[in-house]
Nanobody, 124 residues
């Protein structure tokens, strides 16, 4: 049974930073893309960042490009999302997820396993 556990969310002021972590267990994640999604109040879930199994390819949605960095520690089965220069519009629940695929998977519909989410609140 796949388990994804997010941590690192919290309350931060505009311009601040947070580092989210997602620890995965329950299977071998060889050949899987790891992704971070977010869902703001009243909005749909969007893919924020993703990293391919090899770590050589990353994806960022336009609104976080240059501010967020996704990385992974394969030995720990953990993926991170470093979030800098945070803005109030980054306020959301952040979820990590995995999708099968050696190459980077950017289609949200292919992400089958999800964590419970961690809340990020950016105050103005």
């Amino acid at each position: 049974q796949v388990q994804l556990v997010e941590s690192g969310g919290g309350l931060v002021q505009t311009g601040g930073s947070l580092r989210l972590s997602c620890a995965a267990s329950g299977r071998t994640f060889t050949g899987y893309t790891r992704g971070w999604f977010r869902q703001a109040p009243g909005k749909g879930r969007e893919l924020v960042a993703a990293i391919s199994w090899s770590g050589s390819t990353t994806y960022y949605t336009d609104s976080v490009e240059g501010r967020f960095t996704i990385s992974k520690d394969s030995a720990k089965n953990t993926v991170y999302l470093q979030m800098n220069s945070l803005k109030p519009e980054d306020t959301a629940i952040y979820y990590c997820a995995v999708a099968p695929g050696v190459g980077l998977v950017a289609d949200p519909r292919k992400y089958a396993d999800w964590g419970q989410g961690t809340r990020v609140t950016v105050s103005s």
